[in-house]
């Protein structure tokens, strides 16, 4: 089973994305879409695969911290 956390966009420069997973970031390659800094996101294999409602992300994270992980 794989678990898709969000990350938000900070950086777009040409068809990539810089995208911030709690402290840490990855690059990933906007193939469809629109997507601006600010922006959550789920990446798939290196690849912007959707972007991710801001009442999602918050669920997101209050169940990270019920459960401490």
Sequence with gaps: MCLAIPGKII???GGKATVEYSG???????????????DYVIVQAGLVIEKVPQKQVRLWKNFLKSTAL
């Design 11 to 13: 950086n777009i420069i």
């Design 24 to 38: 840490e970031s990855r690059t990933a390659k906007i193939v469809t879409g629109h997507y601006k800094i600010g």
